[in-house]
């Protein structure tokens, strides 16, 4: 079993930038694929960038070069960070934890409660 709790989340201006964390419980946190996806009102849940075990990182095609996904498995900790924010990046960010990996929320078994993350002027 796997719990998840994200923070970091806020209000932010378009073109800033906000470090999301998700810290995780139990001690096999470094076996797992962690991952981040978003949701905003009225939409799907949308794939954002996951890490393998390694330092292996993978990005939607949405984020890439603006936000870097990281960890620190002696923390048991995964990381967002998020640059270069738009408007179109507000959503509820969630952290997500599974054996599998990949862009589909279907490969994750865990997930926290969500961050809110809101670019505006």
């Known amino acids: 079993q796997v719990q998840l709790v994200e923070s970091g989340g806020g209000l932010v201006q378009p073109g800033g930038s906000l470090r999301l964390s998700c810290a995780a419980s139990?001690?096999?946190?470094?076996?797992?694929?962690m991952a981040w996806f978003r949701q905003a009102p009225g939409k799907e849940r949308e794939y954002v960038a996951h890490i393998r075990w390694t330092t292996t990182t993978y990005y939607a095609d949405s984020v890439k070069g603006r936000f870097t996904i990281s960890r620190d498995n002696a923390k048991n900790t995964v990381y967002l960070q998020m640059n270069s924010l738009k408007p179109e990046d507000t959503a509820v960010y969630f952290c997500?934890?599974?054996?599998?990996?990949?862009?589909?929320?279907?490969?994750?078994?865990?997930w926290g409660q969500g961050t809110q993350v809101t670019v505006s002027s």
């Open positions: 139990g001690r096999t946190f470094s076996t797992y694929y």
């Open positions: 997500a934890a599974g054996r599998s990996g990949g862009s589909s929320a279907l490969s994750y078994d865990y």
